[in-house]
C-alpha cells in the first residue's frame, strides 16, 4: 500500500460512526486527500449529507467519478459495500482509477498501475487494444496501417503475440511465403502476429513476446519496449502499436509518452471505439472499454478478402481454379487443438482444388501450407478487413492519425 494521500470511497449503508472512525484511522495511517459518497442511504439522514464535516470529519462529493479525475491522491481506497457498490460497480470504478494511474485497494485486493518506459519518438503513435481474443486488433490494426501506406505515410506496427520472438524481430514489407516456410523450418513460430501484420499490410513490422496477462493489461514479462526502440530507430512517419488479448500495448515494460499527460494509460487526447458487434457470421463480438473521456464510436465487421499473390508466391498455371477455403486458426471445437495435424482437414487433394485460401494463423504455415503446396494447390492468404456499418471507418481511422 502507498504511504501517500488516498481518496476513500464510501457509502450510507454504514452508520456514519463506524464511518467516521475508519476514516481517522485511514487518515492517521496514510492521509486521507477527499471522500467521495458512492449513494445508499439507508442508515444516513438528509441532515447528515447536509453536514458531512460534523458527521464524517470530511466535505464529500457526491460525483465519484469526477473525485478520481480531480484528486491529487495517489491512491484510491475503497470502505464501500454491497449492495451499493457491488463487485461490478467496483471494477468499474477500479478501471478508471488505473486508467487515471492510481492504485485501486479494497480489502483483500490492491490493484496497481501499470507500469511504462519511455521511447524517444516525436511522430503520431495509434495503439490498437482491445477488450479480449478475436476482437479484430490485427484486422484494424493492419487496416489502419494500409491507409497510412497507401496516403505516402510510412507506418510501423509493433506487435505483442505469445508466440512472439525472444528478441525484437523486423519483419519488412516484402515478406513471402518463402519466407515464412523459411522461418517454419527453422522451428520458429512462423505465424506469428507481426508476420501476419507484415504479409497483408505490406508494412514493417516488429515483433515482440509476452507471457501472462494480469487483470489490469499488465503481463509478467514483455520485450515490447525494446521492440519499440527498434521501431523508433527506423524513423517512421508513425507507430502503431498492437496490444494482445486484454493487454495494453505499452504496458508491462512497454512505453510510455503514448499518453498526453502524465499519468493515465489512455492512447491520445479523443480515441476511437469501435464496437465490433454486427449480427452478420463473419462479426466479431467486442465489448467496449471504460470511457475515460468522450470518444467517436463506429460498429464494424469483418470482410475476409483475398489478397493478390506477392511476388514470389506460387501460382496455378490455369486460368479458372476452384477454390477451398481454409479460414480456421484452429481446428474444430471436436478435435483437441493439441493435434496440430489434423489443421490440414479442409486442404485440397490435388484433384479437388488448385488453391488454398488460409488464415494466417496457428498451423497455417507449418501444416496447411506445407501440405497445400505438396499436393500442387497454391496458398493465398486471407485478409480480415473491417468494414463500418454506420459511418466513414477510413475517415476516421485517419484523422485520428492527424490529431495524435
Not at 516456410?181 to 512462423?190: F, Y
Not at 470511457?291 to 514470389?312: F, Q
Amino acid at each position: 500500500m502507498q504511504r501517500a494521500p488516498v481518496l476513500a470511497l464510501v457509502d450510507g449503508e454504514h452508520h456514519p460512526a463506524a464511518v467516521r472512525d475508519a476514516l481517522a484511522q485511514l487518515d492517521r495511517e496514510r492521509g486521507v486527500a477527499g471522500v467521495a459518497f458512492v449513494g445508499g442511504e439507508e442508515k444516513v439522514r438528509r441532515e447528515v449529507l447536509d453536514d458531512p464535516m460534523a458527521h464524517y470529519g470530511f466535505a464529500l462529493e457526491f460525483d465519484p467519478e469526477q473525485a478520481l479525475r480531480r484528486t491529487e491522491a495517489r491512491a484510491v481506497v475503497d470502505l464501500a459495500d454491497e449492495p451499493v457498490l457491488p463487485p461490478a460497480a467496483k471494477l468499474r470504478l477500479a478501471a478508471l482509477a488505473l486508467h487515471l494511474g492510481l492504485a485501486y485497494e479494497m480489502p483483500g485486493t490492491v490493484l496497481e498501475p501499470p507500469s511504462y518506459e519511455t521511447v524517444e519518438f516525436d511522430g503520431p503513435r495509434l495503439a490498437v487494444i482491445g477488450t479480449g481474443k478475436r476482437t479484430g486488433k490485427t484486422a484494424v490494426a493492419g487496416h489502419w496501417a494500409t491507409l497510412l501506406r497507401e496516403r505516402g505515410s510510412r507506418p510501423v506496427i509493433v506487435s505483442m503475440g505469445r508466440g512472439g520472438p525472444a528478441e525484437p524481430q523486423l519483419a519488412d514489407e516484402n515478406t513471402t511465403l518463402a519466407d515464412l516456410r523459411a522461418i517454419a523450418g527453422d522451428g520458429r513460430h512462423a505465424a506469428s502476429d507481426y508476420l501476419e501484420d507484415a504479409v497483408l499490410a505490406g508494412v514493417p513490422t516488429v515483433g515482440c513476446r509476452r507471457v501472462g496477462g494480469g487483470l489490469v493489461g499488465e503481463p509478467f514479462a514483455s520485450n515490447v519496449a525494446e521492440g519499440a526502440r527498434l521501431a523508433a530507430s527506423l524513423e517512421p512517419g508513425s507507430i502503431i502499436p498492437r496490444g494482445l488479448g486484454l493487454l495494453h500495448p505499452a504496458s508491462g515494460g512497454g512505453y510510455d509518452r503514448l499518453r498526453g499527460r502524465p499519468r493515465g494509460g489512455r492512447v491520445g487526447s479523443r480515441p476511437l471505439t469501435i464496437s465490433c458487434a454486427a449480427n452478420s457470421p463473419w462479426s466479431w463480438t467486442a465489448r467496449p472499454t471504460f470511457p475515460a473521456a468522450p470518444s467517436t464510436a463506429r460498429s464494424c465487421r469483418s470482410r475476409s478478402r483475398r489478397r493478390p499473390p506477392a511476388r514470389g508466391w506460387p501460382s496455378s498455371p490455369r486460368a479458372r481454379p476452384r477454390w477451398t477455403a481454409s479460414s480456421r486458426s484452429s481446428p474444430p471445437r471436436r478435435w483437441p487443438a493439441a493435434r496440430r495435424s489434423r489443421a490440414i482437414w479442409s486442404v485440397p487433394r490435388r484433384s479437388a482444388a488448385t488453391s488454398t485460401l488460409v488464415e494466417l494463423k496457428a498451423a497455417a504455415i507449418d501444416t496447411v501450407a506445407v501440405h497445400a503446396e505438396r499436393e500442387g494447390a497454391r496458398v493465398i492468404f486471407l485478409r480480415n478487413r473491417p468494414v463500418a456499418l454506420d459511418g466513414d471507418l477510413d475517415s476516421e481511422l485517419l484523422e485520428l492519425h492527424d490529431r495524435a
